[in-house]
């Protein structure tokens, strides 16, 4: 009897048996703008009680009465308790609470959890920890989520562990949540999107313009069409407008911009983003238009260079007026930042590290060549494999647009070479912005803007740096497209007039190559291209399969930089049409360049064969050997591009044993097809798309993915401030064409050419205005998350996934090595240059800030 009195106590206690657990969680107004110290211990009380209700999902065993018997089995409800404060909180503003779960054997081991949340206000969740779980020791939920209250979900939330499961090895009681999961997440195409919804689906570009406000405001609808193809955005649903019903109406930026993007996908950190979006909206609503009537009322120049270095010496002197109109409406914790104001000085910048050392190295045609190389737009230039440069548009519509460069403007310097002889050595390259811009270039300069398409032939050195031979400004014919180009060539000198001319067709070089750079190389091939395949991850791949995993961290802020760009930045009448040259025509432009893309051919390796600028070499480190050996962004990154491939490669290779593991991926499947026929649709019919059927298709695809996101995207855009915060060395405006012999111009040109070349480009409104947007996005956040980084370190279960991680983050610190040895060493000329700016963009980690150097995971600014 005394025995059964035991055995019945051991039961009981059995059966009170509980699985302990810590939630981590922040509450809304932590995150918010004008609350960053917000102290989260104030009114905790409002979570406790029933307010946030966890139910485990068992992993093992089904419920007869869930679902017909196809879902795991819950657990009993329970509830946050206390909160935990011995615990340090990873960041300001989480905290953690205990949970205590009843442990229940007919649950097994849990594979999920169902929260539901009963308090007011959304929250973010963490995670979830299961510590000495029966069985199975510790169980984690990386959970990384706004979680709204529950009458805003059709379903509850349901987040699952870290473990990771193809589709069909996905247990049983998991799977139908599994879909479950991504049919929400995929949503019904209806309707407005509210800031609870978890909605990801694609919409055209057709919230660019303003037609409401007239025409003159209205612009092309991008995507969808032969005309204007486009890479798919985030649809929002908001109505459209009341002129155009095929276009979307757009936000009152003077009230909010509170644009939808799936809740999860907002800057949502306790970083610089969401004070960057402050800023950017600061300077676009308030000092763009005030800066305008400035300088309408009261017209101003730079008279000379030194004019300009008195924005880094001193700041800008301005009315009382229109900084009280700025006060009014910035807050003063945002003014100092910002704008750095001091009395009654406004707009003083920190110095760039293009002038930092040398004021004047910028104008060395040394530097100019360099920066093909080592500056922030290193992906154009090419090797010229015919003389005279030959023109791909169609002549029956343009005419012949053959150049009129000769042997005669460039063989007296080619080190004693004939032009024939430095084709064959492959010593002459070529800065080509000709066919790209002459198509538009009447419209372009029946804008404010004046310029011309340009061709620059340049000599491979012996010494292993660029000279630059010939400059050819192209402008469409006056009788007609159909007549061709009318064509001038300018070539260097020493002095004079000749060296004046010289200096401003390198000035306009460095125009139409600053707005191919922010139209094409920055916003088109890298945060346009990327949504669809963010917008195709969440609505096909679950959070349980690997590949989401691996690509995830990649994908972070993106969809929402992109939405705040539309509405500020490439929108019509935005920051970028009035700081660019194709002005009103610029993402017009970008639609038609898009044509030209493809998707392999954004594979590192393969852009540089492509190109000319490299050749294939089995006895070269990577199969691949540079023409140019000194050519930091194709050094540094073919360097971190194979260590993005191994890593990739060895990932994989622990989830896909075998081809037919890819091609039964049905999940996998599902995704490509719709990236290539949705999310990139306008080019579903070209080739360039890997068919998706073996282990090299998904480590080639998913390892080119990472690369624009990551370290493509950093070489493009993190040196815009070092290299283009001193407007007149890379300007972004051409105000007027090449002044001719007789008129005023020229001779202001022969008797004060600094002021010439001022008056030339960009204006003072202008420049300071590109200033401050470049200085903005050239900043890391606080807390930035780099290449070889995770925000969490329990991102996966697997262990081997882990090593190969942990390897690749090894991998990126002996290329950290390497690149400062090679920043140090005379030898390679192209890494510091006249400038004496050593090549840091490809250095893979950085601390906050302007930095120059860092690449993040993602495209977060």
């Keep these: 009897m005394f025995h059964n009195l035991v055995n019945a106590l051991s039961g009981d206690d059995e059966k009170r048996q509980r699985v302990k657990g810590r939630v981590v969680l922040m509450k809304k107004n932590v995150l918010d703008f004008n609350d960053f110290s917000a102290s989260f211990l104030d009114r905790l009380h409002e979570f406790l009680g029933k307010r946030v209700s966890l139910q485990l999902v068992s992993a093992v065993k089904v419920d007869p009465a869930n679902d017909n018997g196809l879902k795991g089995k819950l657990g009993k409800p329970a509830y946050l308790e206390d909160w935990i404060t011995s615990i340090a909180p990873l960041t300001a503003g989480e905290t953690a609470f205990s949970v205590t779960f009843d442990w229940e054997e007919d649950i097994g081991t849990p594979g999920a959890f169902i929260i539901r949340n009963n308090h007011h206000s959304e929250f973010y969740l963490k995670s979830l920890t299961l510590e000495d779980v029966p069985g199975q020791g510790v169980i984690r939920f990386v959970c990384n989520s706004w979680v709204y209250p529950a009458d805003k979900y059709e379903k509850d939330r349901i987040f699952f562990s870290n473990k990771t499961y193809l589709p069909s090895e996905t247990p049983e009681p998991l799977l139908k949540y599994r879909e479950e999961e991504l049919e929400n997440l995929r949503g019904h195409g209806k309707g407005q999107l509210q800031e609870w919804d978890r909605v990801y689906d694609y919409a055209y570009y ?133 704008f750095r104001t001091d009395g009654q000085r406004f707009l003083k910048f920190p110095v760039p590290q293009v002038i930092a050392e040398d004021k004047s190295a910028w104008q060395t045609d040394e530097e100019f060549a360099r920066e093909m190389l080592a500056g922030i737009n290193p992906v154009v230039i090419r090797r010229l494999q015919e003389f005279p440069p030959a023109s791909k548009l169609d002549p029956k519509l343009y005419g012949n647009h053959s150049s009129t460069i000769t042997k005669e403007h460039i063989e007296s310097n080619l080190e004693g070479l004939t032009v024939d002889e430095a084709l064959k050595e492959r010593r002459l390259f070529i800065l080509d912005l000709h066919d790209a811009l002459i198509p538009y270039m009447r419209r372009i300069n029946s804008t404010s803007t004046k310029t ?196 990739v490669q060895d990932y994989c290779s622990f989830y896909y044993k075998e081809d037919d593991t890819v091609k039964k991926d049905t999940e996998l499947q599902s995704w490509w097809k719709e990236i290539r026929e949705v999310g990139h649709g306008d080019k579903k019919h070209e080739p360039g798309w890997p068919k998706m059927q073996t282990c090299e298709d998904l480590i080639e695809t998913c390892t080119i993915i990472i690369w624009i996101a990551s370290a493509l995207h950093a070489a493009i855009n993190f040196g815009q401030y070092p290299y283009g915060g001193f407007p007149p060395s890379r300007p972004a405006i051409s105000r007027r064409f090449m002044p001719e012999k007789g008129t005023p111009e020229y001779d202001e040109l022969v008797t004060n050419p600094e002021k010439a070349y001022l008056k030339t480009v960009s204006s003072h409104f202008q420049g300071v205005l590109g200033i401050s947007l470049v200085e903005i996005l050239s900043k890391h956040s606080s807390d930035e998350v780099y290449l070889g980084q995770r925000d969490s370190p329990d991102w996966t279960s697997d262990a081997e996934a882990l090593l190969a991680f942990q390897k690749f983050g090894n991998k990126l610190a002996d290329i950290e090595e390497r690149i400062m040895k090679m920043n140090s060493d005379e030898r390679f000329r192209n890494r510091y240059g006249p400038v004496k700016m050593p090549y840091t963009l490809l250095y893979p980690s950085s601390q906050g800030g302007l930095t120059g150097k860092g690449v993040p995971n993602s495209i977060t600014i």
């Design 206 to 338: 057709n919230d660019l313009g303003n037609p409401d406000k007239g025409p003159q405001h209205a612009r092309p609808l991008l995507g969808g069409s032969k005309e204007y193809p486009y890479p798919r955005r985030g649809r929002t649903g908001r109505p459209p407008a009341k002129a155009d019903p095929n276009s979307e109406s757009r936000l009152d930026l003077t009230k909010s911009l509170d644009i939808y993007v799936p809740r999860d996908e907002r800057f949502g950190h306790l970083k610089l983003s969401d004070f960057l979006v402050y800023a950017l909206r600061s300077i676009v609503q308030v000092l763009k238009p005030e800066l305008e009537s400035l300088y309408d009322s009261t017209p101003n120049e730079f008279d000379s260079f030194e004019d300009v270095f008195k924005l880094y010496e001193g700041g800008i002197e301005v009315p009382e007026g229109l900084l009280k109109e700025v006060r009014d409406n910035i807050p003063a914790e945002m003014l100092k930042e910002i």
């Design 452 to 647: 011309y398409a340009s061709r620059t032939i340049l000599f491979l050195q012996n010494n292993g740096t660029l000279k630059p031979l010939a400059i050819e400004l192209s402008l469409p014919h006056p009788d007609g497209d159909q007549f061709g180009a009318i064509s001038k060539v300018y070539v260097p000198a020493e002095q004079g007039v000749d060296h004046s001319l010289w200096q401003l067709a390198k000035a306009y070089v460095v125009v139409v190559d600053s707005g191919y750079h922010q139209l094409i190389s920055h916003w088109l091939h890298t945060h346009a291209v990327i949504e669809p395949f963010i917008i195709a991850t969440n609505r096909q791949l679950s959070v349980l399969h690997p590949i989401h995993k691996l690509l995830h961290p990649h994908f972070r802020d993106t969809m929402n930089i992109n939405a705040l760009g539309r509405q500020i930045l490439i929108n019509g009448g935005g920051a970028l049409e009035t700081t660019v040259c194709p002005s009103k025509y610029s993402m017009e432009l970008s639609s038609v360049i898009y044509k030209d893309w493809v998707f392999l051919e954004q594979a590192l390796p393969e852009d540089l064969l492509k190109r000319g600028v490299a050749v294939k070499d089995s006895t070269s480190r990577h199969g691949i050997r540079l023409l140019i050996e000194d050519y930091p962004f194709a050094v540094d990154g073919l360097e971190i591009w194979f260590a993005i491939k191994t890593w």
